[in-house]
Each structure stands twice: as structure tokens, then as C-alpha cells.
């Protein structure tokens, strides 16, 4: 509290001198306010599970078999990674709580789907795409490697990509 004090008549006159970016820039203010998130995530993590399945939705340590959105999955999935049920279902840690992409969109983040890997998830293809498929697979992070481009010499062809 003395630390706030001593911050606010040092840089009263600064703060209305300069407009409150000022103040929110200042090294203090910036300490002030990591502690202040340390001590409400300390909060939360403490917290014990909670008692009912709504609660989970959208929770910010934990996550239901139930909620999981369509381009989402819970992985690894085994006991292992439990940390109680409720109403019969598995609830896991939000770290458990994976993004699922398709092949094309793994390639435009920089990475590629390693050969024979079964996908994750299939979901019904979108209308607006145009996939000729009707359903479209869905894959993991763990199931890409980092996407490295072909090396190219001074008399090699240029490589084309669908389009041409």
C-alpha cells in the first residue's frame, strides 16, 4: 500500500500532465497489476472442482467431454489426465483442450500432417466450401510436424501449388 502511495504523489502531476497512458506505461503500475493477476489465478487454481455441469462451460481450468466445440478435442485422453467426473462424465484439464485444423489450414499455419496419420475428428463439410467432400478431417498439433520448404538451386523448376 505504501509502494501505491508513494506512486501516486510522484506522478500525480505527470499522470495529468501527460493523459493516463502515462501512468498505465510506468513500471510500477505494470508490477502492481502482474501481481494483481498472480494473486487472482493463485484464486482460482485454488478453488476445488465445481459441483455442477454448467459451471464448466467456457471454465478457465477445467473442461467437459460435453462442451467440447465442433473444431476442438481432448487430448491425451486417458485416466491418466482425470481429474474427477461429474455425472458420469470425465473432467479434464483445460491444457487437455485442443484446436483441430484440416490439412490445407496446418500447411497455411506452417505446418504439415505426418503421413499415415489417422484424423482426430471428421465434421460434416461446411456449404461454403469448395470440397467436393462431405465430410472433412480434422487433425491435432501433435499430429504435424514443422512444415520445411524444398531447397532450390539456380537451374531447378519452380514449384506451383494447386492453382498452378
Not at 84 to 99: A, C, D, K, M, S
Not at 142 to 157: E, L, M, R, S, T
Amino acid at each position: 500500500n505504501e509502494a501505491l502511495q508513494k506512486w501516486d504523489i510522484e506522478n500525480e502531476q505527470l499522470a495529468f500532465q501527460y493523459d493516463w497512458s502515462y501512468a498505465v506505461q510506468h513500471a510500477l503500475w505494470r508490477h502492481l497489476m502482474t501481481k494483481d493477476s498472480a494473486q487472482i489465478e493463485q484464486c482460482i487454481r485454488s478453488e476445488p472442482l465445481p459441483k455442477s455441469e454448467g459451471l464448466y462451460r467456457n471454465h478457465p481450468l477445467y473442461c467437459l467431454e460435453k462442451f467440447v466445440k465442433k473444431y476442438e478435442a481432448i487430448w491425451p485422453k486417458d485416466s491418466s489426465q482425470v481429474l474427477g467426473t461429474i455425472r458420469g462424465q470425465n473432467v479434464y484439464p483445460i491444457e487437455n483442450l485442443r484446436e483441430l485444423h484440416t490439412r490445407d489450414r496446418w500447411y497455411k499455419l506452417g505446418f504439415v500432417v505426418r503421413a499415415n496419420e489417422q484424423c482426430m475428428k471428421e465434421v460434416k463439410t461446411s456449404h461454403m466450401s469448395k470440397s467436393e467432400e462431405e465430410f472433412t478431417e480434422l487433425f491435432g498439433d501433435w499430429q504435424c510436424v514443422k512444415y520445411i520448404a524444398p531447397k532450390i538451386g539456380p537451374n531447378d523448376k519452380l514449384p506451383v501449388n494447386q492453382r498452378g
